[in-house]
């Protein structure tokens, strides 16, 4: 069974600053690799992904990937008040059946 | 439109009796998950439909039943709800082959058993 572990439990920044997430993975088939946004009270939705090593930046958002060392993060640049959610990272084999491992998140708090 | 809506909310019920909690989806996506999750915990996968196929996973499979009447609607039933049962159900959907595994979640129901 995959397990994900996710660091810090929690975080407090202020606005503006970088935070970084961190995920790491045991399954080492694993191919697909996603990170998840819940705002409180609301869904949780997708918010970036990927598939190989390397990085990819979307706005203020990069995630970054190194499959050797099963190591998956996220990085929101000038962070925001509304960034304040908590952050699930997940990963998954890729296969038909789309099933994924949730790790326990990171509940990140962005002071005005 | 990519809503997932679950139905009820929040849902009070006696240890015993019996629970069940609606999922629906009106984005024709093959797949309807259900997860657990509690508080500082990661969703845990119950099950899935993949189309007409039910999956359960091996540590939850006596606990829970699904139904999928039709490819929009899928629920959630617990048979003799116990307290370990409180927790947060999410419902998520996804199509096969379309962005490689994005789920579609609902906002869940919170299911308090006393």
């Known amino acids: 069974q995959q397990k994900v572990q996710q660091s810090p439990e929690s975080l407090i920044v202020p606005e503006g600053a970088m935070t970084s997430l961190n995920c790491t993975f045991s399954?080492?088939?694993?191919?697909?690799f996603a990170w998840y946004r819940q705002h409180s009270g609301k869904a949780p939705k997708a918010l970036m992904s990927?598939?190989?090593?390397g990085e990819k930046e979307e706005g203020r958002f990069t995630i970054h990937l190194n499959k050797a060392s099963l190591h998956f993060s996220l990085h929101i640049r000038d962070s925001q008040p509304s960034d304040s959610a908590l952050y699930l990272c997940?990963?998954?084999?890729?296969?038909?059946?789309?099933?994924?491992?949730f790790g326990a998140g990171t509940q990140l708090i962005v002071i005005p | 439109d990519t809503t997932v809506k679950q139905n009820p909310r929040y849902k009070l019920a006696r240890v015993g009796k019996p629970v069940n909690l609606i999922c629906s989806q009106t984005m024709n996506h093959d797949t309807m998950y259900w997860y657990q999750k509690k508080p500082n915990q990661a969703p845990k996968l119950l099950l899935f439909?993949?189309?007409?196929?039910?999956?359960r996973e091996a540590d939850t499979f006596e606990k829970f039943q699904s139904s999928r009447p039709n490819n929009s609607f899928c629920s959630l039933y617990i048979g003799s709800a116990g307290l370990e049962y409180s927790a947060m159900y999410l419902c998520?959907?996804?199509?096969?082959?379309?962005?490689?595994?994005?789920?579609?979640f609902g906002p869940g129901t919170r299911l308090l058993v006393l």
């Open positions: 399954d080492s088939a694993s191919q697909y």
């Open positions: 998520a959907s996804s199509r096969t082959g379309g962005a490689r595994g994005t789920q579609y």
């Open positions: 439909y993949y189309d007409k196929i039910l999956n």
């Open positions: 990927i598939f190989s090593n």
């Open positions: 997940a990963g998954g084999r890729g296969s038909a059946l789309g099933r994924l491992h």
